[in-house]
T-cell receptor, first 111, second 117 residues
């Protein structure tokens, strides 16, 4: 079993839809959770960064962490074609310990 | 967010030559930088952790003599792919954490696409 599981997709939605992206994990030591957006042939761009359980909102993006279920989510409201990219979840126990990435979910928002 | 710059963004070289990729933190100091490799449609594979002023820590299966890492200052790490072969063709990405005692937030460079002919 991988430490972090993420559905690779692809996920296709119409413009304006609410998108839900998810990751599950097995390491209970993970405390810090991140979501990255990666466009084709580009480096990942940090979207959201959360600590422990709870919700965090930034514009159209909402990150949720449920440590009891070892489950994290990223919601995108009013999705736009420019949101079409691969979304990577990432997590770490903190400090200088290694960050573990999911395999990424490819999202396509259709105009 | 913090800015990490990577250069070159793409490079083509002949088999047997060496290629150097630079990673710079532009607006913060980074005692630790990370080098990743990414194959098409796959996630990031951590190759090594670059530590300022000391030797890099390589992940299992990564040849340290093949992928030379130097972290000479708090804002610059370099990855040199020595005697490159076609199987080394890949997308190489660096990342860095701002400051001391950082909590895990990583910022990435734009990536460098290496093609070995």
């Amino acid at each position: 079993q991988k430490e972090v599981e993420q559905d690779p997709g692809p996920l296709s939605v119409p413009e304006g839809a609410i998108v839900s992206l998810n990751c599950t994990y097995s390491n209970s030591a993970f405390q810090y959770f991140m979501w990255y957006r990666q466009y084709s042939r580009k480096g990942p761009e940090l979207l959201m960064y959360t600590y422990s359980s709870g919700n965090k909102e930034d514009g159209r993006f909402t990150a949720q962490v449920d440590k009891s279920s070892k489950y994290i989510s990223l919601f995108i409201r009013d999705s736009q074609p420019s949101d079409s990219a691969t979304y990577l979840c990432a997590m770490s126990p903190g400090g200088y310990q290694k960050v573990t990435f999911g395999t990424g979910t490819k999202l396509q928002v259709i105009p | 967010g913090a800015v990490v710059s990577q250069h070159p963004s793409w490079v083509i070289c002949k088999s047997g030559t060496s290629v150097k990729i630079e990673c710079r933190s532009l607006d913060f100091q980074a005692t630790t930088m990370f080098w990743y490799r990414q194959f098409p449609k796959q996630s990031l594979m951590l190759m090594a952790t670059s530590n300022e002023g000391s030797k890099a820590t390589y992940e299992q299966g990564v040849e340290k003599d093949k992928f030379l890492i130097n972290h000479a200052s708090l804002t610059l790490s370099t990855l040199t792919v020595t005697s490159a072969h076609p199987e080394d063709s890949s997308f190489y990405i660096c990342s860095a954490r701002p400051g001391q005692g950082s909590t895990g937030e990583l910022f990435f460079g734009e990536g460098s696409r290496l093609t070995v002919l």
